[in-house]
């Protein structure tokens, strides 16, 4: 609508331009019919020279103005990406904020997450931009705080243990990653699917590796922010030599690869179960 707008204003300023031109040209012609040859020669020059003129001050005024237009839309488009990011940073703190290890929970956290952090690609407005990285900085400061526990004696944040990434509910006090994988482990159920009742869903407490990786990733460093979750890549990193927030996430990571529970029973990967 704006760019109609200038272009309207910009033709009729040339119309306008045409009949002043056309008017001063008629009253010199006639005032020089006095005059000799050469100056009338010389004003039959004249709406050629000033129609040319006009012509290019209104490129030159259309040009500003197309780019005003785009730098505008530039910003009105970066301020839509910067609120929706913004949104889906608050849904990521507010499904986690209460330290739970509920599968769905999660997978929800990280799904929000990496597409909040793949708005930052559609980003162009440098001060928008600006916004976005305190935004992400901030909340990654705020995670921080949500995924550690404090250590009573010193007081710092220690990592989450890995026990907690079973999905169970006593998370603090389970001993071994084998006691918490056992626990979170599905017993099979009979039931007679009748049309009266719904038949019970399959519950996995363990939370799924991905969403794991995705939000302590996000956590760590900035990585590629155009991902969605099952694009996310496995940990290659020895899990001993983990040091940060990340360690009992890691530890988690690894038992999963070595060990399963079904039914209350411990199994060993291999590649024929894996």
């Known amino acids: 609508m704006k760019k109609?707008?200038?272009?309207?204003?910009?033709?009729?300023?040339?119309?306008?331009l045409s009949v002043l031109v056309t008017a001063i040209y008629y009253t010199a012609l006639s005032v020089?019919?006095?005059?000799?040859?050469?100056?009338?020669?010389?004003?039959?020059?004249?709406?050629?020279?000033?129609?040319?003129?006009?012509?290019?001050?209104a490129i030159i005024t259309f040009s500003r103005e197309r780019k005003k237009q785009q730098y505008e839309q530039e910003r009105h488009t970066s301020e839509i990406m910067l609120n929706r990011a913004i949104d889906g940073f608050q849904t990521v703190i507010k499904l986690l904020s209460d330290k739970n290890n509920s599968r769905t929970t999660w997978v929800r956290a990280a799904r929000t997450l990496l597409k909040s952090t793949a708005l930052k690609n559609k980003i162009t407005s440098e001060d928008y931009l600006v916004?976005?990285?305190?935004?992400?900085?901030?909340?990654?400061?705020?995670?921080?705080?949500?995924?550690?526990v404090q250590n009573p004696s010193t007081g710092e944040r220690d990592p989450l243990p890995p026990q907690f990434f079973y999905g169970i509910e006593d998370w603090k006090t389970c001993k071994t990653l084998d006691d918490a994988a056992i626990k979170s482990s599905s017993n099979a159920v009979a039931y007679s699917v009748t049309i009266n009742e719904v038949p019970p869903q399959p519950f996995l407490k363990p939370l799924s590796v991905k969403t794991v990786i995705a939000i302590f990733d996000f956590?760590?460093?900035?990585?590629?922010?155009?991902?969605?979750?099952?694009?996310?890549e496995d940990w290659d990193e020895n899990w001993a030599d983990s040091?940060?927030?990340?360690?009992?996430a890691r530890r988690y990571v690894q038992h999963t690869k070595e060990k399963f529970a079904i039914e209350g029973k411990l199994h060993e990967r291999t590649k024929n179960n894996s």
């Open 4 to 16: 109609i707008t200038s272009l309207l204003i910009i033709g009729l300023s040339l119309i306008v």
């Open 32 to 57: 020089a019919n006095a005059c000799d040859d050469d100056i009338l020669e010389n004003l039959s020059l004249l709406p050629a020279i000033v129609l040319s003129s006009g012509v290019l001050v």
């Open 131 to 148: 916004a976005y990285e305190m935004e992400e900085e901030r909340v990654r400061s705020e995670l921080y705080t949500i995924l550690t």
């Open 219 to 232: 956590l760590e460093f900035p990585k590629d922010t155009n991902k969605e979750l099952e694009e996310i």
């Open 243 to 248: 040091h940060g927030i990340d360690q009992g």
